[in-house]
């Protein structure tokens, strides 16, 4: 990382008669919320998908290298822009200043209606339904209300009740809520260490599992076709590595943000990558990759190989940890954008609203939790987010060539960090997000599409607001 002698952020307002938000993120907390922003369920999930097209050793754990080396040409370019805008609202903002404010808002839309709100929705109803298999009496077998396509167990008024703590806490302080991320955080921490050490320790596997057993490091395959394999492959990789860009949504409550958001992002990709790859060793430990290609729920196949079908039962509480701890980043981090969009005056006043005791975006986490439970309850979520991976991939590409944009439009901007490998490490990044981009569309078209209706519904909102705006501005 570069350094710069510039001045830091200004820390107190110009105007100190409204309430403002509280830089009390360090760099250790910025790191904790990247990665158990990343971390949530899909390493628990997503071997089959990557074992099936990769069945040899070397190339199965080479895509999950080849993700992170990926992630970290995304970070670059975020870093930059990171730290030319250190403000809450992060990526929003940095497609606002590059496009205009319409792309900036359909991202924001995008977030609010389906990415972050189904995130959370997701995420809150999988913690729940992880403590339903060690505890039966929350479990999703247990049908509260059934309406047509609309069925409502256990555990999803149990998801309820924890996108309902999640809010409330991170409504009433930013060290409270950073508290309960930290300690959930590092409590999964230790359970994926505990099962990586055991498994390896006292676990029933075998060595031998790591040997090709005559598969060949090409697979037999010729050079576009094995780009192919490694392309489906990278697939549920880059959605395992998704999340790395929450951090730049809070950094308006980063200290030196300068300087501690651009660091958090690669220290923290980092950081996940060791993870994985551990993860993943553990997983090629306890079963063939033949047999990794044949299990949806990875982790309790591994487990039960390991030591016991009864340890694949506890493991449920570890994954449930880890979905609780992605929730909570979801929770905090998101708010942050729509509170920027409504300052903007394109989303709903009251949230733009700062909180004059507690000092934060209070009616954005009020609003987003609502929404969020509004998902919960209906089960829009779970075919919803489907279709916008392909839109947060696209707007990934768009920020990416934004930095591009904004250097050349403010060459003489502030830049504490500049883009390491710049221009060639974000033009690979853009070059092999663009090829994932084409191959989905081809390959799941209704799936782009449906990304592409999504966003496009925000556009006659849009418009309502900027109307509402204008005649706002003109009356005063």
């Given at each position: 990382m570069k350094s710069s002698s510039a001045s830091p952020v200004n820390e107190t307002p110009a105007d100190t008669s409204k309430p403002t938000?509280?830089?009390?993120?360090?760099?250790?907390?910025?790191?904790?919320?990247?990665?158990?922003?990343?971390?949530?369920?899909?390493?628990?999930?997503?071997?089959?998908?990557?074992?099936?097209?990769?069945?040899?050793?070397v190339l199965f754990l080479l895509v999950w290298v080849l993700g992170a080396l990926?992630?970290?040409?995304?970070?670059?370019?975020?870093?930059?822009?990171?730290?030319?805008?250190?403000?809450?609202?992060g990526q929003y903002i940095y497609l606002r200043e590059a496009y205009g404010d319409l792309i900036a808002f359909l991202y924001g839309w995008m977030l609010f209606s389906v990415a972050n709100g189904g995130?959370?929705?997701?995420?809150?109803?999988?913690?729940?339904?992880?403590?339903?298999?060690?505890?039966?009496?929350?479990?999703q077998d247990h049908v509260v209300v059934a309406l047509g396509w609309i069925v409502v167990t256990r555990a999803?008024?149990?998801?309820?009740?924890?996108?309902?703590?999640?809010?409330?806490?991170?409504?009433?302080?930013?060290?409270?809520?950073?508290?309960?991320?930290?300690?959930?955080?590092?409590?999964k921490f230790t359970a994926m260490a505990a099962f990586v050490v055991l498994g390896f320790a006292i676990g029933k596997g075998h060595w031998s599992n790591f040997h090709a057993h005559g598969v060949g490091l090409t697979m037999g395959l010729g050079p576009a076709q094995l780009i192919s394999?490694?392309?489906?492959?990278?697939?549920?990789?880059?959605?395992?590595?998704?999340?790395?860009?929450?951090?730049?949504?809070?950094?308006?409550e980063v200290k030196e943000p300068r300087r501690n958001v651009p660091l958090a992002m690669v220290l923290g990709v980092l950081v996940v990558g060791v993870i994985y790859i551990a993860m993943n060793l553990t997983y090629m430990y306890a079963l063939p990759l033949k047999e990794i290609a044949a299990h949806e729920t990875i982790a309790h196949a591994a487990?039960?190989?390991?030591?016991?079908?009864?340890?694949?039962?506890?493991?449920?509480l570890m994954i449930a940890i880890s979905c609780f701890s992605a929730a909570a980043t979801c929770t905090l981090s998101g708010a942050r954008v729509y509170l920027a969009m409504a300052q903007d005056g394109v989303f709903f006043e009251?949230?733009?609203?700062?909180?004059?005791?507690?000092?934060?975006?209070?009616?954005?986490?009020?609003?987003?939790?609502v929404w969020a439970a509004v998902l919960t309850l209906t089960g829009g979520y779970d075919w919803l987010y489907t279709y916008?991976?392909?839109?947060?991939?696209?707007?990934?590409?768009?920020?990416?060539?934004?930095?591009?944009?904004?250097?050349?439009k403010r060459p003489d901007a502030q830049r504490p960090y500049r883009c390491a490998g710049y221009p060639w490490l974000p033009g690979i990044y853009i070059l092999i997000a663009a090829g994932w981009i084409l191959n989905t569309a081809i390959r799941r078209p209704t799936e782009a599409l449906g990304s592409g209706l999504i966003v496009l519904v925000g556009v006659p909102f849009y418009l309502f607001w900027k109307r509402g705006n204008r005649k706002t501005a003109g009356s005063e």
């Open positions: 938000l509280v830089r009390g993120l360090g760099l250790l907390d910025s790191v904790l919320l990247l990665v158990s922003g990343i971390i949530g369920s899909s390493i628990f999930l997503t071997a089959k998908d990557i074992a099936g097209p990769l069945p040899q050793p990926i992630s970290l040409c995304a970070c670059f370019a975020f870093a930059e822009l990171g730290s030319m805008f250190p403000d809450s609202g995130s959370i929705a997701a995420l809150s109803v999988a913690a729940a339904a992880y403590v339903g298999q060690v505890v039966p009496v929350v479990s999803h008024l149990l998801g309820l009740l924890l996108i309902a703590v999640l809010t409330y806490v991170n409504v009433v302080g930013l060290r409270w809520g950073t508290l309960l991320q930290n300690v959930s955080t590092w409590t394999a490694l392309g489906v492959g990278l697939i549920a990789v880059f959605w395992a590595y998704d999340g790395w860009v929450y951090i730049t949504w809070v950094a308006g487990a039960a190989a390991l030591f016991s079908p009864s340890a694949a039962v506890w493991l449920s009251r949230m733009a609203v700062i909180h004059p005791k507690w000092r934060t975006p209070a009616f954005s986490l009020i609003g987003q939790g916008v991976i392909f839109g947060m991939m696209l707007s990934y590409i768009l920020t990416a060539v934004g930095l591009f944009v904004l250097r050349r």
